[in-house]
């Protein structure tokens, strides 16, 4: 799999060249085990570089060596290369994070490029820090386990993970800056034109609204214990008043639910789409779900990004919808639910809380606007990697058209449908989905 130039051939080469052995311990490890993409795109660039030739790595070779794209093929149009490549810098991470804990030295992707760089591995002193509150899993940080509100008192888990949120969150504003400045310097778009999906959510001259998740919302729904439904996110008053604990602790809570937080996730996906959005010459908006209103939801397009639990405003389209989400807090079990189960799918998809597998799920579903004369996208799961698979089941030309091929009606037009997807979530990061199954609207 590594060896793509014939120097790399070499018996040994990969015993005497420590750089070389790095690399296939990385393909061959568990975190890139279901990975033969991101697999070749690295062992590609790797191997271009170790044999001085990293000049050559750019975005048009990748796309016809590594993914088969024609010679002649668009890379301002067809993103592939730069999906992927984010995804390898997430799978390398991963890889550093976990398996690769120990290795002197790691391959790291600069953001911009795609020449690989070797670099010693320095290992920091884990500071004394409190563990962290394990949250419900849309959309919170990578955490499997809920623990009863009884269990510990509100005051001492606010405590315990307030250091915490501020960290993430700030480090989340900063990631923002630097993607919107990104965004703004490249002016190239993430996914092909030719696709029907992105052609009939991004209308020349006409609006599309995106919608990211509420993460303080979430963050608020684990601290107390309950969900919040669309009626009472609305009227606000979840934030204004809370039954139970003492004030200080009521007054941190609540503060924690004002809060105007999103996901990586989420930013990924905005981030992505307005390049979408550009290439297509059509106009974008980005609203926090807060300070939409349902008349929002009832002109132009639309993309909701996360469940309910993030997202409430997902409430408005799901009595249209096959495959809804619930999360029952008592058993910790977040769920998709099969609301007419054909042939031999099961009545719900079950995610739990404490999965060693870390099974999670993702519903995709193009649906009409609430006025009927435009379209929605909602991409959501079961959690954060839940999400993320619905965003990459979308953002994947080559599997995203192999699905679409299959719907299309004979005129070539795309009806409205919903899929369900399936993955495994590696420290919060989906791995290639499975369609688990799909309906199409007549």
């Known amino acids: 799999m590594l060896s793509i130039d014939k120097d790399a051939e070499r018996p040994g080469a990969a015993a005497s060249d420590p750089r070389r052995a790095l690399v296939e311990r990385i393909v061959t490890s568990a975190a890139f085990a279901k990975c033969e993409r991101l697999s070749s795109l690295l062992a590609y660039v790797c191997d271009l570089t170790l044999n001085g030739r990293g000049k050559e790595i750019n975005e048009q070779k990748i796309g016809e060596a590594v993914f088969g794209r024609s010679r002649d093929y668009d890379s301002s149009i067809d993103g592939i290369v730069r999906t992927q490549a984010s995804r390898l810098r997430q799978r390398l991470d991963l890889y550093f994070q976990e398996e690769g804990a120990d290795e002197p030295m790691r391959v790291v992707i600069p953001r911009g490029g795609y020449m690989p760089l070797f670099e010693p591995r320095m290992i920091p002193v884990p500071p004394h820090l409190p563990v962290p509150l394990m949250l419900p899993p849309e959309h919170a940080p990578s955490a499997v386990v809920v623990q009863p509100p009884a269990a510990r008192s509100v005051a001492a888990l606010v405590a315990s993970t307030l250091p915490w949120?501020?960290?993430?969150?700030?480090?989340?504003?900063?990631?923002?800056?630097?993607?919107?400045?990104?965004?703004?310097?490249?002016?190239?778009?993430?996914?092909?034109?030719?696709?029907?999906?992105?052609?009939?959510?991004?209308?020349a001259e006409r609006q599309t609204l995106i919608v990211p998740g509420d993460s303080g919302l979430v963050m608020w729904q684990g601290l107390v214990g309950r969900s919040v439904g669309l009626g009472e996110y609305l009227s606000?008053?979840?934030?204004?008043?809370?039954?139970?604990?003492?004030a200080a602790s009521q007054k941190i809570v609540l503060d924690m639910g004002s809060r105007r937080y999103t996901s990586i996730v989420d930013l990924e996906v905005a981030k992505s789409l307005a390049l979408v959005s550009q290439s297509l010459k059509s106009k974008l908006a980005v609203r926090?779900?807060?300070?939409?209103?349902?008349?929002?939801?009832?002109?132009?397009n639309v993309i909701l990004v996360g469940a309910a639990e993030a997202n409430p405003w997902v409430e408005l389209f799901e009595h249209n919808m096959n495959f809804v989400f619930f999360n029952d807090r008592v058993r910790g079990i977040f769920s998709i639910r099969n609301r007419a189960p054909q042939g031999n799918e099961p009545r719900q998809w079950d995610s739990f809380y404490t999965d060693a597998q870390h099974r999670v799920y993702a519903v995709v579903a193009f649906m009409p606007n609430l006025s009927g004369n435009g379209n929605a996208l909602i991409l959501e799961g079961t959690s954060m990697a839940g999400t993320e698979c619905a965003?990459?089941?979308?953002?994947?030309?080559?599997?995203?058209?192999?699905?679409?091929?299959?719907?299309?009606?004979?005129?070539?037009?795309?009806?409205h449908f919903e899929v369900v997807l399936g993955t495994n979530n590696l420290s919060g990061s989906?791995?290639?989905?499975?369609?688990?199954?799909?309906?199409i609207s007549n």
């Open 391 to 415: 965003w990459d089941f979308v953002s994947d030309n080559s599997q995203l058209m192999m699905f679409l091929k299959r719907i299309q009606r004979a005129d070539g037009t795309l009806p």
């Open 430 to 439: 989906a791995v290639k989905s499975t369609i688990l199954a799909w309906r």
């Open 288 to 300: 926090y779900a807060r300070d939409v209103r349902p008349n929002d939801l009832k002109q132009g």
């Open 165 to 203: 949120f501020l960290v993430a969150m700030l480090a989340v504003a900063l990631l923002m800056v630097v993607l919107a400045n990104r965004t703004l310097r490249t002016g190239q778009a993430a996914a092909p034109a030719v696709i029907p999906l992105w052609s009939q959510m991004f209308v």
């Open 236 to 246: 606000g008053g979840y934030r204004t008043n809370l039954v139970g604990p003492a």
